[in-house]
């Protein structure tokens, strides 16, 4: 069975990266946590790999193929995301993956400190049983996505970037009658009173750089 791991990113350039953190932790600053917090996404993914046989992929916005080579090593594979919104950008991930032959197929962001490798493995395991598996964020959005084939109808009729994101998503499964898992709620890290869920590693990462 072939697995695939999708990471959603952006170069940290500073001014483009975390830009609702700005007036609290200055464009360098939000750039250098938003750098820090991929960095953990793609070593919980690493470790992932080290007992769970998968593919990594990172699909990211700014920057180019060179500096995210430069970034993050030659390991993985690479895509620029699609163009559009958000659910746009998720469903042509899934659809070229499962077009390559992918079996199973999860996406994270790199927003969710908390999320490790033990909460992904869960992710690929629910997925031997089920449909969809969604790790919901206290937001009300998600931070976890992971399917077994292409449903484009999760991706439709959602209201991106919102508190109704997850509960949009949960009421379409239910009426295309899909097989779901939820995991355990973890909190993303957006605006500035997200902040205060890092734990201190992060919270001098973003000044040590």
């Not at 046989?53 to 699609?82: C, D, I, K």
């Not at 659809?95 to 032959?101: D, G, P, R």
């Not at 970037?161 to 779901?180: H, P, W």
């Amino acid at each position: 069975m072939k697995e695939c791991l999708i990471l959603f990113t952006r170069y940290p350039e500073p001014g483009k990266a975390k830009t609702r953190l700005i007036p609290v932790l200055g464009a360098e600053g939000a750039a250098n946590l938003h750098r820090q917090m991929t960095e953990n996404a793609i070593a919980q993914a690493k470790q992932l790999q080290s007992f769970h046989s998968l593919s990594l992929e990172v699909h990211f916005t700014g920057g180019n193929f060179p500096l995210m080579q430069e970034w993050l090593g030659n390991e993985m594979t690479y895509r620029q995301q699609a163009e559009g919104n958000i659910g746009f950008r998720m469903a042509s991930a899934f659809q070229t993956a499962f077009s390559n032959n992918i079996d199973n197929v999860i996406i994270i962001g790199s927003d969710c400190p908390a999320l490790n490798y033990e909460i992904l493995a869960q992710a690929f395991q629910a997925l031997q049983q089920h449909d969809l598996v969604l790790g919901p964020a206290t937001d009300g959005g998600y931070y976890l996505i992971g399917l077994r084939h292409f449903i484009p109808q999760l991706f439709t009729d959602i209201s991106w970037s919102t508190s109704e994101v997850f509960r949009q998503t949960v009421e379409i499964a239910g009426k295309l009658n899909l097989a779901a898992a939820y995991l355990t709620e973890l909190s993303d890290v957006d605006r500035p009173e997200d902040l205060s869920i890092l734990d201190f590693r992060f919270l001098i990462s973003y000044l040590s750089i």
